[in-house]
T-cell receptor, first 115, second 113 residues
Framework: DTGVSQDPRHKITKRGQNVTFRCDPISEHNRLYWYRQTLGQGPEFLTYFQNEAQLEKSRLLSDRFSAERPKGSFSTLEIQRTEQGDSAMYLC?????????????FGPGTRLTVT | AQTVTQSQPEMSVQEAETVTLSCTYDTSESDYYLFWYKQPPSRQMILVIRQEAYKQQNATENRFSVNFQKAAKSFSLKISDSQLGDAAMYFCVIQGGSEKLVFGKGTKLTVNP
């Protein structure tokens, strides 16, 4: 296992621009999660995929946010028309979904700064 | 809705000593799981310990143990023989009724040599 990877690790963008982040889960993990962590807070759930199906979305995920997992492997999170309030660490996690393996494994995160 | 409250924003402990981090939670789910996750500075979040709500026995994992008080909705983490590598942000987490994890605000633990 190489672990969950995320790209890029850091992104600085100007307000109003679109950004896209990528997450590669641990191979064979069929569940993938996105969380957002702002400074001094714990991560907040955004959305969850089982294979390619997006099964749960938080109300935090406004219309400007969209996530995909087209082939049930990697996932992308796109933010359109970024706002300063979108500045945060975006964390991806994956899990196997097996009853005996409950852990969500987290990636290093993508830190977004909107200027 | 599920909530997690960590009332200690920061804690410190001397190396080799014991420290307890507090957590209370609220949920309407009858079946849920509680976790402590650790986030070292500039490093990835990792699972420390897990407790199933239906189990009365407190979970232990080497130097880490929990005190799970279901009626009081309390879930504290005890770290024994603290090591410098234990310095991190610790999050109390609940999962119930869905796949999502609900995190507390975290407790920053400093380990003094």
């Amino acid at each position: 296992d190489t672990g969950v990877s995320q790209d890029p690790r850091h992104k600085i963008t100007k307000r109003g621009q679109n950004v896209t982040f990528r997450c590669d889960p641990i191979s064979e993990h069929n569940r993938l999660y996105w969380y957002r962590q702002t400074l001094g807070q714990g991560p907040e759930f955004l959305t969850y995929f089982q294979n390619e199906a997006q099964l749960e979305k938080s109300r935090l995920l406004s219309d400007r946010f969209s996530a995909e997992r087209p082939k049930g492997s990697f996932s992308t999170l796109e933010i359109q028309r970024t706002e300063q309030g979108d500045s945060a660490m975006y964390l991806c996690a994956s899990s196997s979904g097996r009853p005996d393996s409950y852990e969500q494994y987290f990636g290093p995160g993508t830190r977004l700064t909107v200027t | 809705a599920q909530t997690v409250t960590q009332s200690q924003p920061e804690m410190s402990v001397q190396e080799a000593e014991t420290v307890t981090l507090s957590c209370t939670y609220d949920t309407s789910e009858s079946d849920y799981y509680l976790f402590w996750y650790k986030q070292p500075p500039s490093r990835q979040m990792i699972l420390v310990i897990r407790q199933e709500a239906y189990k009365q026995q407190n979970a232990t994992e080497n130097r880490f143990s929990v005190n799970f008080q279901k009626a009081a909705k309390s879930f504290s983490l005890k770290i024994s023989d603290s090591q410098l590598g234990d310095a991190a942000m610790y999050f109390c987490v609940i999962q119930g009724g869905s796949e999502k994890l609900v995190f507390g605000k975290g407790t920053k633990l400093t380990v003094n040599p």
